[in-house]
């Protein structure tokens, strides 16, 4: 899809500087530009690209003036870092834009969708599925019985759904998640093998929540694994049985989330930090990457190591530990002294 300088200045509120019908249908970083394509400069510190790409349209802030000749056509707004971001939620919203159910897909018995559905090729629906308005659905996606799907929730392909969950509206869930997989329960016998213990909960996801590719939210044993509302969860993240992640909690790639673990709100956690089961974390927490994390903590704390305790002391302790062959010798040193 082309747009002209004169379309996109209307969208940005801007004024184009050159021509008005400069087409373009592609994005470029600005030392990147090709004809064709539009980009942006905000930083100072790109100034001099200006003058050599080859982008058809650049979007810059509304009191740059060039020192020299420029051939791109120049659009300007009031902040170009700002426009260019709202260029790039457009332009996505409009690549998404697919509606229609295409074929082959199975559509089970009992199913309900809204307005405007798309549903890619290969994908399945279980019975007594319920789709609001506006959902995509990507090819070879998975819907398992008695799901439901809020408004404007965005599946891409390969997203397995098991049965029973719900999620909420204005989610996006992105290639290879697996959501309501049963928790790791077994049951240890006598004889040194393990019976499985059956998971008959589900998975809650509210509303505004991101989750990365490859991550896995496991159903839960009894009762809901339970998604915050504005929750947003990186690539390849283990979430376990009857874990509740509190509202607008960013969590990073790798971290893995043992059962029935309490995570409150507005937390930050860093990529490949490892939780035990049965914990409460507190609202405002943040853990740094790799931490261990083995008890309970509360509000407002910044903890970091494995095991992990408070970040500042963490800092001062390891300072300390860089410097323990030294402290060592000095110990042995005063050993020998006091010994003679």
Not at 71 to 79: A, C, G, N, Y
Not at 145 to 155: H, K, P, Q, S
Not at 262 to 288: A, E, S, W
């Amino acid at each position: 899809m082309k747009f002209t300088a004169e379309q996109i200045a209307g969208i940005l509120e801007g004024e184009v500087v050159g021509n008005p019908n400069a087409e373009v249908y592609k994005l470029a970083k600005i030392e990147e530009g090709t004809d064709g394509s539009i980009t942006f400069l905000a930083n100072p510190k790109y100034a001099n690209y200006i003058y050599s790409t080859k982008a058809s349209i650049t979007i810059v802030n509304s009191t740059f003036e060039p020192e020299n000749e420029v051939s791109t056509t120049l659009i300007k707004v009031e902040d170009a870092y700002k426009s260019f971001s709202k260029l790039l939620e457009y332009y996505n919203q409009v690549k998404l834009m697919k509606s229609g159910i295409e074929q082959p897909t199975v559509i089970s018995d009992n199913v309900v969708y809204g307005d405007n559905l798309y549903l890619g090729s290969f994908s399945y629906l279980g019975k007594n599925v319920t789709i609001g308005n506006n959902v995509k659905i990507y090819p070879n996606c998975f819907i398992g019985d008695n799901v439901t799907l809020g408004d404007n929730t965005i599946l891409f392909a390969g997203v397995r759904i098991y049965s029973e969950s719900t999620i909420g509206k204005n989610c996006t869930i992105h290639s290879g998640c697996i959501i309501g997989s049963d928790g790791f329960g077994f049951a240890p016998a006598e004889d040194g093998t393990y019976s499985k213990v059956p998971q008959i909960g589900n998975v809650i996801i509210e509303d505004n929540v991101d989750i990365g590719a490859c991550t896995t939210i496991d159903r839960a044993t009894l009762g809901s694994t339970i998604i915050r509302k504005g929750v947003k969860l990186d690539n390849q993240i283990q979430i376990a049985h009857n874990v509740e992640i509190g509202e607008n909690t960013v969590i990073a790639s790798q971290t893995g989330i043992a059962g029935s673990t309490k995570i409150g709100k507005n937390c930050m956690i860093g990529g490949q930090v490892g939780i035990v089961g049965h914990i409460t974390i507190g609202d405002r927490v943040r853990i740094q990457a790799q931490s261990g994390i083995g008890k309970s903590i509360p509000d407002g704390e910044t903890i970091q190591g494995s095991p992990a305790f408070n970040y500042g002391d963490w800092n001062k302790s390891y300072v300390h530990f860089r410097n323990l062959p030294k402290i060592v010798s000095d110990i042995e040193d005063l050993k020998k002294k006091i010994d003679n």
